[in-house]
């Protein structure tokens, strides 16, 4: 019942919110897009980050856990935003930070609102479904292979905890 009425709320506001977070088109760091429907039917974590937080190290579980699982077919996209004044100056600085200091090549958008009135669709999406807005940088959102968010980790909860591995494994078998 719930899920239908945030379903027809989601549907008054028009373009405004998707339908379905797996619906959500960021800009990508690298320029170009990335599109959540291109891994409809695969689990995709989602985590708002930052590159003067505390938890920034973080960087290098979330590398791991898709070198882990990207041959099965989970994805991880690291969605860089300044919500909470941690993030450098443009996404130029960030690519070359993640690269230099955490080797990354998992997707990651351009710097992207993830909460309040600017946040992106995604985000309000998910907020619509479920209630959940990040409270801080490195909340995690694990969306399903149909598109609906299976679980929400804040930000103390490390990528390669046994509470994300299990999720994940869940939707691999």
Not at 9 to 14: E, H, R, V
Not at 111 to 137: C, D, I, M
Not at 141 to 146: A, C, E, N, R, V
């Amino acid at each position: 019942m719930l899920r239908i009425a945030v379903l027809i709320f989601l549907i008054g506001l028009g373009s405004q919110i998707n339908a379905s977070p797996v619906d959500g088109t960021f800009n990508s760091i690298d320029g170009g897009t990335i599109s959540l429907e291109e891994w409809r039917g695969q689990p995709v974590l989602v985590v708002n980050t930052a590159s003067r937080c505390g938890f920034t190290s973080q960087y290098d579980g979330l590398q791991a856990l898709y070198d882990r699982y990207r041959d099965r077919g989970v994805m991880v996209l690291a969605v860089s935003s300044n919500d909470f004044r941690q993030e450098l100056a443009t996404a130029e600085k960030v690519k070359d930070f993640c690269e230099l200091n955490f080797n990354l090549d998992l997707p990651m958008t351009d710097l992207t609102h993830v909460r309040g009135a600017q946040a992106h669709p995604f985000y309000k999406s998910v907020r619509a479904e479920t209630g959940f807005v990040p409270r801080w940088n490195f909340n995690k959102i694990l969306i399903g292979p149909s598109g609906e968010v299976v679980k929400t980790w804040p930000a103390r909860t490390k990528p390669q905890s046994s509470a994300i591995t299990r999720e994940i494994e869940a939707l691999l078998n």
